[in-house]
């Protein structure tokens, strides 16, 4: 049986799941959020916390077991605490600056970058160089972080570009470094 499937899914205050159909619908303070159950997998509820269970054991619902306990578990944090992600920018002149749901993004490109947010998801500049992304859906954070860290990725040589905060950038010795050692 799998270890993380069978760990219940701790539902905070003011979390309330409902399954309909096969489809699972997690409704907090945060907002709601819904994923379709595989078939072969149910959800039982209680009063504090929520299991997934398997009707059999076939490979398919061993597959999914973990994984759909695990994004049911995200539904439940995102509706009660929400996810943020932070993402860095380093370079010179390179900053950013929110107007309305727009992200305005100046990159050392010959034109800013202006990236249009998801709804559901909002963002907050600090000091011009550091974006904080806040969802109460993780898979959309994490795609929407993706995203604007792809519109200029860190380099390896001076470390410019759009990094996560707890990304650490390994950095290469330039061309001046290299060519010293020769005699």
Same mark, same amino acid.
């Given at each position: 049986? /799998? ?6 899914? #701790? ?6 799941? $409902? ?5 699972? +619908? ?8 819904? $994923?379709?159950?595989? #078939?072969?997998? $149910?959800? @039982? ?14 490979? @398919? ?9 695990? !994004?049911?578990?995200?539904? %439940? ?16 002149? =390179?900053?950013?600056?929110? +107007?309305?749901?727009?992200?305005? !993004?100046?990159?050392?490109? /010959?034109?800013?970058?202006? =990236? ?5 998801? /909002?963002?907050?500049?600090? +000091? ?22 792809? !519109?200029?990725?860190?380099?390896? =040589?001076? *470390?410019?570009?759009?990094? =996560? ?7 290469? %010795? *330039? ?9």
């Amino acid at each position: 049986m /799998s270890r993380v499937g069978r760990l219940p899914v #701790p539902l905070d205050k003011g979390v309330k799941i $409902t399954m309909l159909d096969g489809l699972c +619908r997690v409704e907090g303070p945060k907002g709601k959020l819904e $994923t379709r159950m595989p #078939p072969g997998l $149910t959800l @039982e509820m209680a009063t504090d916390h929520a299991v997934v269970k398997r009707a059999g054991d076939s490979s @398919e619902d061993r597959a999914v077991h973990g994984l759909v306990r695990k !994004l049911i578990a995200n539904m %439940a944090q995102g509706v009660s605490r929400g996810f943020t992600r932070v993402l860095e920018i380093n370079g010179v002149g =390179y900053r950013a600056e929110v +107007r309305g749901s727009n992200i305005h !993004l100046t990159l050392g490109y /010959s034109h800013p970058i202006i =990236y249009q947010l998801p709804p559901g998801v /909002s963002a907050r500049v600090d +000091r011009q160089v550091i974006i904080t992304l806040e969802s109460a859906d993780r898979q959309l954070l994490g795609a929407v972080a993706a995203e604007i860290r792809s !519109l200029r990725p860190p380099e390896p =040589y001076k *470390g410019k570009g759009i990094k =996560y905060a707890e990304e650490t950038i390994r950095r290469k %010795a *330039g061309k001046a470094a290299a060519g010293s050692s020769g005699g």
